[in-house]
């Protein structure tokens, strides 16, 4: 698993809206609420960062703090994800909690979703799973923070995604709690 430190490396203006006391969520209360544990990558940037937005694109959900048991039902109650699984458009992915289940932890501002297939009883064994606004469905064998660094830092390419997507230097904006 990379640590959110390697992601800053590749996206070093997300720095800005680092938390360095941490956001102080309480991850009993959600994985209680969601049924599962996350990935430890993914807990780190949820302490050390507030809801991100690259380029005014990609927007990667953390938890609020208080917040916790909402996230939690969002990511169970995923209506989009649970639409096209009836409809059969997932290409043999399914939605959480049904095991190996998708869990949305991104989103694009094109309709792109970012999940991971809980696959394995390690979240840190999650990989990360993309359905585009093509209907594509790419899986990748890394972590959420994983996937932005590689993403961001050129060493990962995911067909589909809008020509213009990656700037040359992307900004990122943190939203506010």
């Known amino acids: 698993m990379l640590r959110v430190e390697e992601l800053e490396a590749a996206l070093p203006s997300m720095t800005q809206w680092r938390v360095t006391a941490g956001r102080g ?3 009993a209360a ?8 996350l990935p430890s990558d993914y807990r780190a940037l949820a302490e050390a960062y507030p809801v991100l937005v690259v380029d005014d694109f990609l927007s990667v959900s953390v938890p609020r703090p208080g917040g916790e048991v909402s996230w939690a039902a969002a990511s169970r109650d995923d209506e989009i994800l649970q639409d096209l699984y009836e409809m059969g458009d997932t290409e043999g992915y399914v939605p959480f909690p049904q095991p190996g289940g998708l869990i949305s932890w991104a989103e694009s501002n094109s309709g792109d979703s970012f999940y991971w297939r809980t696959s394995s009883p390690d979240p840190d064994a999650w990989p990360v799973v ?7 469905w790419i899986e990748f064998p890394v972590g959420a923070v994983g996937f932005l660094a590689g993403v961001y830092g050129r060493t990962i390419d995911v067909p589909g995604m809008p020509g213009n997507f990656l700037s040359d230097s992307p900004k990122v904006l943190g939203l506010s709690e």
């Open 25 to 27: 969520v309480d991850w």
């Open 30 to 37: 959600l994985e209680a609420a969601l049924g599962t544990a």
């Open 130 to 136: 993309v359905r585009t606004d093509n209907a594509d």
